[in-house]
């Protein structure tokens, strides 16, 4: 019988790990440093909500495919595998914090494996990291790095449909027990090493966030010349060497990955004094996004003091409840900032830290009953929600759609003002832009 696999760390990509290995037909261990976490897990709960995952985690615990451990030695000692997917957030100058996957691999050196082990480091880490890792395995295991391509809200999906398969290691063999994981798959082997890895995730990220910033600019730009920027991207977006993907203007990229990551890599950049321009507009376009939604408000209403802003979504993406480095969040805290109250709906948010006066309400309605509407999180559920029904509550009758997910002339019909991005003034020309977005 095949042996299990460990999988350390029970977030996003832990539990991504441990439900897609288990539909592949493994036997998967998991383990977490929140014992609260791991209690919660055996009784089938998971962590975050995503679409079908408690049942899916529920249907492998019964089947016996994924069990979990409470300590390291005994989710590890059996496996030929481990996988390491713990958090690598953003210091404050820019470099990964990695001490979670130091921590890790250290705890791993004082499990009795019963088998020579292959560490996997799938968290996302800066180049040259793994091979210093590699220093605290040798002696009694492999060290390789398998980067995670996944979208939060599709993470089960994404794992078991990734584009390719990326090992970064010094021998085949000691990526054999890892790649024979996805062998049923029959997607693409990237064998290369371990630094080269490192840096296709990471600049994989750097790319996508740059296309963002690239869309965000551009809508900008369409706002200033009077031009629609769904069609523009559309039309750029069909060129194949180009693509659609990430070209869709907003408040700007949130969430764990992208701004953490172009950080690291620029602060990596940064160290070998190597040019990083690109990195660093990235993030400033990004940074400077949120902005334009509260000078668009500010331009209609005025003084901001007082003001109550009713805003939909909270997470960082749809399909998410994840608020971690969040633009909407931080749109709300700028509110706060300038005297605004906010009442925020999120259609998965259920508990998050928002500033004092701001408060989380259970509908769209309620959210909407307030002096202005911001649109932040881009919840397809939004465009639903019919304009008629809140073109009352919504007093002052001025609608921002930072996502551009609602449909701008449906909006402009119940007698509401509104403003996407990159979407100019003239409401007309949104019908031909959603067609873009479907
Ligand atoms: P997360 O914060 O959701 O989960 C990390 C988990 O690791 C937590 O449950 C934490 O308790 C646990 N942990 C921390 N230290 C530990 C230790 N020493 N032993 C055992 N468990 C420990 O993080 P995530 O979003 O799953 O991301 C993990 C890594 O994968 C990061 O490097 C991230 O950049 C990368 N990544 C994330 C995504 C994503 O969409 N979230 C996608 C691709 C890659």
Known sequence: MARPVCIVGTGYVGMASLIGLAELGWTVHGYDIIPERIRKLRHGVAPYREAGIDELLRKHIDAGRIHFFDTLD?????????????????REDGSADLSAVYAAVDGLSKVSFSAWPTVCIRSTVPPGTSD??????DGWGELIFGPEFLREGSAVYDFLHPDRIVVGCTSTAAAVPYVRL???????????SRCNAEMIKCCSNAFLALKISFANEIANLCDAVGATSDDVLRGIGYDKRIGPEFLRPGIGFGGPCFE??????????????????????????????????LRMLEDEVGDLAGLTVGVW?????????????????RVVEMLSARGAYT?????AVRVAALPAGSRLVQSPLEAADADVLLVLTDWPEFAAVHPEL?????????????????DGARVASAGLKYRGIGRSLDTTNTPVALALAQ
């Open 74 to 90: 005994a989710a590890a000692r059996d496996a030929d595998l481990v996988i390491v997917a713990v958090g690598t957030p953003a």
């Open 132 to 137: 210093d890792l590699a220093d605290l395995v």
């Open 182 to 192: 996805f062998e049923s798959l029959q997607k693409p082997v990237v064998f290369t």
């Open 260 to 293: 953490k990551d172009v950080k690291s890599i620029a602060h990596v950049a940064g160290t070998h004094s190597v040019g990083h321009e690109l990195f660093a507009a990235t993030l400033r376009v990004n940074e400077a996004q949120p902005m334009r939604v």
């Open 313 to 329: 979504g909270l997470a960082f993406k749809a399909g998410t409840e994840d608020v971690r480095d969040s633009l909407a969040v």
């Open 343 to 347: 009442v925020a709906y999120d259609p």
């Open 390 to 406: 809140y073109a009352r509550s919504v007093r002052r009758g001025f609608v921002i759609d930072g996502r551009n997910v609602l």
